[in-house]
C-alpha cells in the first residue's frame, strides 16, 4: 500500500498521491507524517492542491479531487556521487 511505496520510493523522488474521499485523503496525511517522522524525507504541499473553478466547472468530477506529494529525502552518499559525477 501507501506505506510500502514510500519505503521503495528512491532517494529524491516523489510520491505524487490524488484522493477523491475524505477519508483517502486523512490516511494519506498520516502516512506522510508518519514518513516524515521517521525521517524518510519531506511533504512538498503543505495544503492539498485542488481543482481549479474552471477545471470544477469543466469537468464536475474533479472537484473532490486533492493531490498530495512526499519527495524522499536524498542519502548523504547519494549527494556525494552526484557531485562527483558533476551534477
Do not use: M, Y
Amino acid at each position: 500500500g501507501l506505506r510500502a511505496a514510500l519505503e521503495a520510493l528512491a532517494p529524491g523522488g516523489r510520491l505524487l498521491v490524488l484522493c477523491f474521499h475524505s477519508g483517502e485523503e486523512r490516511a494519506v496525511k498520516a502516512a506522510f507524517a508518519e514518513a516524515v517522522r521517521a525521517g524518510l524525507g519531506r511533504v512538498i504541499t503543505k495544503k492539498p492542491i485542488r481543482s481549479s473553478e474552471q477545471e470544477s466547472a469543466d469537468n464536475p468530477r474533479a472537484r473532490p479531487a486533492r493531490l498530495r506529494v512526499f519527495e524522499r529525502q536524498r542519502d548523504e552518499q547519494d549527494e556525494r556521487d552526484g557531485r562527483e559525477r558533476g551534477r
